[in-house]
């Protein structure tokens, strides 16, 4: 995949449709697969939680970065 083509497609047609969060979340997944070439990744969640979204930003709820990590890495996944 070439990375300006996946920058470009991002931030033309899915970034408008998704909120600071999502869009964290599919650059997070991205970059710890499609970007150093994996297919296949084990990443945790409780990580992940912790990385993803501003810091001095209200902690964000179990179930809502659950939810807004698999729909990015189903649209991840759709993109290929």
Same mark, same amino acid.
Do not use: N, W
């Given at each position: 995949?070439?990375?300006?083509?996946?920058?470009k497609?991002?931030?033309?047609?899915? %970034?408008? !449709?998704?909120?600071?969060?999502?869009? #964290?979340v599919?650059?997070?997944?991205?970059?710890?697969?499609?970007?150093?070439?994996?297919?296949? %990744?084990?990443?945790?969640?409780? *990580? #992940? =939680?912790?990385?993803?979204?501003?810091? =001095? #930003? =209200?902690?964000?709820?179990? !179930?809502?970065?659950?939810?807004?990590?698999?729909? *990015?890495?189903?649209?991840?996944?759709? %993109? *290929?």
């Amino acid at each position: 995949m070439e990375l300006e083509q996946f920058f470009k497609d991002f931030q033309d047609h899915l %970034a408008p !449709r998704l909120d600071t969060c999502e869009q #964290a979340v599919y650059l997070y997944l991205f970059r710890h697969t499609r970007f150093i070439g994996l297919e296949e %990744a084990v990443i945790g969640f409780k *990580s #992940a =939680r912790r990385r993803v979204g501003p810091r =001095r #930003a =209200r902690p964000v709820l179990k !179930r809502e970065v659950l939810v807004k990590m698999l729909e *990015s890495l189903r649209l991840l996944l759709s %993109a *290929s």
